[in-house]
């Protein structure tokens, strides 16, 4: 008989994509290459992976909505706010933007309280993120919108509200990950080549 290798936890298949790569990938892009256009199927992909993620009580109270069409895109793209950091700037750069958007809304018939399934938000948000990946894609959860006027530009029902943003696309920039200096600021910045920084802590300063 011959048994089938079992692949270990973290590791991809296709080209041996180990978890924490995987992490250090998935940045928070503000650029994009406008010529990579996204389909709906591959966005139905990172949703179906969403299925598989713990939720508070089980409750699963999330809609999304998928938007790669250029013209809901565009409608999108205007209502959000990026690098509150760098407010000198405006990202992304013309001719960079992301190529499609998931709104991930809450359905207040499944549950109205907002607060509670905050955390919930963030582990689907990552989920898509990191699935996103590895298609060779990535994306940037946006939270910076009015959600009423996002509301109202894709026609959503009143009991579905847009709780986080993501934005996607194939990434068109350099980042690079630093250590946090002496003097402990966490900003992110660029340098004069655009290339962007992203400082983190070291493990023994957030060690217990």
């Known amino acids: 008989k011959i048994r089938k290798k079992r692949v270990p936890f973290g590791v991809e298949k296709r080209g041996i994509f180990l978890l924490k790569e995987l992490l250090k990938q998935n940045r928070s892009y503000r650029g994009f290459d406008e010529s990579r256009k996204i389909t709906r199927e591959e966005l139905e992909d990172l949703v179906d992976c969403t299925r598989y993620t713990p939720s508070s009580v089980n409750m699963q109270p999330f809609k999304y909505y998928l938007a790669c069409e250029p013209e809901t895109v565009a409608k999108i793209q205007p209502l959000t706010k990026w690098a509150r950091a ?87 920039e350099t980042i690079v990950l630093t250590e946090v200096g002496e003097d402990g600021s966490t900003d992110y910045y660029r340098d004069e080549n655009d290339v962007h920084y992203v400082p983190k802590r070291r493990l023994q300063d957030i060690l217990l």
Do not use: W
Request: aromatic share 4%; net charge negative; proline share 9%.
């Open 86 to 172: 760098l407010p000198q700037m405006t990202l992304p750069h013309p001719g960079h933007c992301p190529t499609a958007f998931i709104v991930i809304c809450q359905d207040t018939n499944l549950n109205p309280a907002l607060q509670r399934f905050q955390k919930d938000v963030g582990i689907v948000a990552q989920t898509m993120l990191l699935a996103a990946v590895e298609k060779g894609l990535g994306g940037c959860m946006i939270g910076n919108y009015n959600p009423d006027e996002v509301k109202q530009a894709l026609s959503l029902a009143d009991h579905l509200t847009p709780v986080l943003l993501v934005a996607l696309g194939k990434p068109d």
